[in-house]
């Protein structure tokens, strides 16, 4: 009984080989490949060729133009609208930046010169300073070089009765132009 297993196990062993040994082809061989390759290459060209003529043709240029076929065209039918579109070689990090500096105005840069009035001065120190109400009333102190009024205003001068302010304005032809206000200390009626 062992010698019909031993026989049985040996004809097993053979069969396999046999059938394992034979070579199938799974897909197509080397040279078929290749000849497939070679045809879509050629079907490639022609359509990267047709495509050419057309696109030459909607620009009204002849097919063998040298623009319509040299290497690294640009276009070809797209155009680029940048309205509305942030430039892209511009940092948003600054732009940012600038965006966080218009917000973070003081309240005097809140309200227009015509709106705040000079209260009062001391002009017996180093720094000069002045004492500016804003329209509810609130008091500020300021010196020279603090920002005031809406249009990027700065204080240049303090004297014994009078603010001046540099102001830069936008003027209709588009070009920034200053303005030297004068804010006076206004004189109370009576004695």
């Known amino acids: 009984m062992s010698?019909?297993?031993?026989?049985?196990?040996?004809?097993?062993?053979?069969v396999l080989g046999f059938v394992g040994c034979q070579k199938?082809?799974?897909g197509p061989s080397v040279a078929e490949y290749q000849k497939q390759r070679a045809a879509m290459i050629e079907k490639h060209k022609t359509e990267q060729v047709g495509?050419?003529?057309i696109a030459a043709v909607q620009r009204e240029e002849a097919p063998g133009d040298a623009h319509a076929s040299s290497f690294g065209t640009q276009g070809q039918g797209v155009l680029y609208d940048p309205v509305g579109k942030r430039d892209p070689f511009r940092s948003f990090i600054l732009d940012r930046l600038k965006e966080m500096d218009s917000a973070a105005k003081g309240p005097l840069e809140q309200f227009d010169l015509s709106q705040l009035s000079v209260n009062g001065?001391?002009?017996?120190t180093e720094r000069r300073r002045a004492l500016i109400l804003d329209p509810s009333g609130q008091?500020?102190?300021?010196?020279?070089?603090?920002?005031?009024?809406?249009n990027d205003g700065r204080v240049i001068a303090?004297?014994?009765?009078?603010?001046?302010?540099r102001e830069a304005y936008v003027d209709f032809h588009g070009e920034t132009t200053t303005k030297e206000i004068e804010m006076r200390v206004r004189q109370t009626e009576g004695g």
């Open 3 to 14: 010698s019909l297993k031993w026989a049985t196990a040996l004809l097993a062993l053979l």
């Open 24 to 26: 199938k082809a799974v």
């Open 51 to 53: 495509t050419q003529a």
């Open 121 to 124: 001065i001391v002009w017996l």
């Open 139 to 150: 008091g500020y102190i300021i010196q020279e070089g603090d920002p005031i009024g809406k």
């Open 158 to 165: 303090i004297d014994d009765n009078v603010v001046v302010v």
